[in-house]
């Protein structure tokens, strides 16, 4: 499997992004897509994961602010963010898991949210 992130970018506070994270190969083995970022000088966290039938969940810091969405055939997951905030800056990147291993990530892209 590999995984091809893109849609990071700088917006203002409370502006939007969405993140975008393709997958090829192996799609068929992927149980779970997840979102993860790493906020500078700090520990990668995660921010939400959706699974194949549809399930989501998020990190409390985001709930409500973004959505985690994927399309019908499984090989695009989205990462819809919505009043962003400057703590929110951070590098995100997409993985995802054959339960129970890590079987990709994605290259990662920079989220800067600065006035």
Not at 25 to 33: A, F, L
Not at 87 to 115: F, H, I, K, M
Request: proline share 4%; net charge positive.
């Amino acid at each position: 499997v590999q995984l091809q992130a893109s849609g990071g970018g700088l917006v203002q506070p409370g502006g939007s992004l969405r993140l975008s994270c393709a997958a090829f190969g192996s799609i068929g083995t992927i149980d779970i897509m997840v979102w993860y970022r790493q906020p500078p000088g700090k520990q990668r966290e995660l921010v939400a994961g959706i699974t194949n039938d549809g399930s989501t969940n998020y990190a409390d810091s985001v709930k409500g602010r973004f959505t985690i969405s994927r399309d019908s055939a499984k090989n695009t997951v989205w990462l819809q963010m919505s009043s962003l905030k400057p703590e929110d800056t951070a590098v995100y990147y997409c993985s995802a898991l054959s339960v129970p291993r890590v079987v990709a990530w994605g290259q990662g892209t920079q989220v800067t949210v600065s006035s």
